[in-house]
């Protein structure tokens, strides 16, 4: 087949790539995307979407059993596991299907297979016809990446399950270990201890969340342990022992070790890049523990070729890699752009209650050297929260005490993956405590209390 020519050939249609393409077709570059499997990548199809989906069912779930406390009755309140999972993978479907539309609307040529770099901007691509070759300038890198596996934790599909086992789930566990408390682990954690399940999660680091700042861990564990889940930390798996329908759990802590038994394991220890098989190597490309090494504009330093997303190294987040998209589609259009900065990408994990975060932890700013403010606000005093029927939680915000600019914000409780989107654009505008408090924020709403715990961290806090 003859070698068809473009400005920009994209490999991986993840939140990274998808939009990495649109914006260098909107800025009049002739793009190519290349997917292997499904338009929309493991975000869309078997990550942030379809879990988001399979949680607001086990949330409905949780405040039907608490219909009395708002004056409601509801009888025999139940679910049915298979109607749960079919919702999610049809709300996976529509958006999959929405990536079609949007690369159609752009103009961008989309190639189903598998991609393979070779010299001089040349991409071979093996699709279910035989095989295509792409030539461009150009050409980024966002292949993602998969489910982490170590020796002795395998995933089989049965007993032992990746978040993709989680995602189409047969059955429902009765006895569960979630190994990992990260937001993977912790978000499955959440949906099937909340439909039942009883839930053991394993974490190899001194506390559960271990990215957070560690007030908030401390007050998702306590929350954890309330709604009845079994938090072991500092904690290995040793191995499993499967066989008849239940798993045999070796743990190994504090130098002691001992076994519990479970009917599902789920695995969620981290993630590895999918490098492999793209000819990566000969060009030169620097790999690092699975991770393509790059500047911070995302380049390989194998000139034309840039890399995106989860393959480029954490914070393993969607937003991140569509931000690098935009930047390194922008950068290839002659454009100035911005590089991301790590400390203004925000963090959510939505469990109960959600948790997110935003910049340096209070130990982290410490660490570097800053002497800190720190203010703080309970759920408890927040009227629409009392209303929600949501009390438990806390905003937490730490300011350099010479500056005043705001170094991080840390939130537990209900709706908190919304509200921190005003400290992310914060960070961004570099605001300091005296812009945050003469904003003026809505009653009554959570955000309140964004207010409230920067005035707590210079004394003038109000209703508390």
Not at 52 to 70: D, G, N, Q, T, Y
Request: overall charge neutral; some cysteine.
């Amino acid at each position: 087949m003859a070698e068809q020519s473009f400005d920009v050939v994209v490999i991986g249609s993840g939140p990274g790539g998808y939009v990495a393409a649109i914006r260098a077709a909107q800025l009049g570059k002739k793009v190519c995307i290349v997917e292997r499997e499904n338009l929309g990548g493991i975000c869309l199809n078997w990550g942030c979407i379809p879990t988001k989906a399979l949680l607001r069912s086990a949330e409905v779930f949780h405040l039907m059993h608490r219909a009395k406390e708002f004056g409601l009755s509801a009888g025999s309140v139940g679910f049915d596991l298979d109607a749960v999972v079919k919702r999610s993978r049809g709300v996976a479907k529509q958006l999959s299907g929405g990536i079609g539309h949007l690369m159609k609307k752009n103009k961008i040529t989309v190639v189903m297979g598998t991609a393979t770099l070779g010299k001089g901007g040349v991409v071979s691509v093996k699709t279910d016809k035989g095989s295509e070759s792409l030539k461009a300038k150009d050409i980024i890198l966002a292949t993602g990446a998969r489910a982490r596996e170590l020796p002795g934790l395998e995933a089989d599909g049965d007993l032992v399950w990746t978040y993709r086992h989680a995602l189409v789930a047969k059955r429902m566990p009765k006895n569960l270990l979630v190994i990992g408390s990260g937001a993977i682990g912790i978000e499955f954690a959440s949906f099937f201890n909340t439909l039942g399940a009883k839930t053991t999660v394993v974490e190899v680091m001194d506390r559960v969340l271990p990215v957070e700042d560690a007030e908030i861990s401390a007050l998702a564990k306590k929350s954890f342990v309330k709604q009845g889940m079994v938090i072991k930390e500092k904690t290995t798996v040793k191995k499993l022992d499967r066989g008849n329908g239940k798993v045999v759990a070796h743990f190994e802590a504090g130098g002691k070790t001992e076994t519990a038994e479970f009917d599902t394991v789920i695995s969620a220890v981290g993630i590895v890049g999918n490098v492999e098989d793209l000819g990566l190597e000969d060009l030169g490309v620097k790999i690092d523990r699975t991770h393509v090494v790059t500047d911070e504009y995302c380049r390989t330093g194998v000139p034309g070729l840039w890399a995106i997303g989860d393959i480029a190294g954490g914070p393993w987040l969607a937003h991140k890699a569509s931000h690098e998209g935009v930047m390194v589609a922008e950068l290839i259009g002659g454009l100035h752009a911005h590089p991301v900065k790590a400390t203004s990408i925000p963090g959510c994990t939505y469990c109960h209650p959600q948790v997110a975060s935003v910049g340096l932890t209070e130990a982290k700013a410490k660490e570097q050297g800053y002497d800190v403010k720190v203010g703080r606000f309970p759920f408890i005093g927040n009227g629409k929260a009392i209303a929600l029927g949501e009390p438990e939680g806390l905003v937490k915000t730490i300011f350099d005490a010479k500056t005043g600019e705001l170094l991080g914000a840390h939130m537990i409780g209900a709706e908190v993956t919304e509200m921190i989107q005003g400290y992310v654009v914060g960070k961004t505008l570099e605001t300091t405590e005296e812009d945050l408090m003469h904003a003026v924020f809505p009653h009554p709403t959570l955000s309140e209390m964004m207010h409230e715990s920067v005035l707590d961290a210079y004394g003038r806090v109000i209703n508390f």
